[in-house]
């Protein structure tokens, strides 16, 4: 991904079997694919893939308050996005 390489790095994650994933290990699993979506301009996927980081239930308080925060600065991002 530091690359460049994001279909690369998209075609690597897409071989992860999800479900055999920890909630931790899933939870950083959407956390890196949060920054494969914002490398990508794409901050409406990178604010699933935060909420799905949540529902995993894979992160202590700290982790999910950074979350938390991450999102609301894509939403920021988001409503001034062009349309």
Partial sequence: MNEGRFADARATMAELRLARL???????????LVSLSEAEGNLAAARAHLLNALAARGLNPDETRQVLDRIRVLDAGLSVEPQ
């Fill in 22 to 32: 920890s909630p931790y290990e899933r939870s950083l699993t959407e956390q890196f």
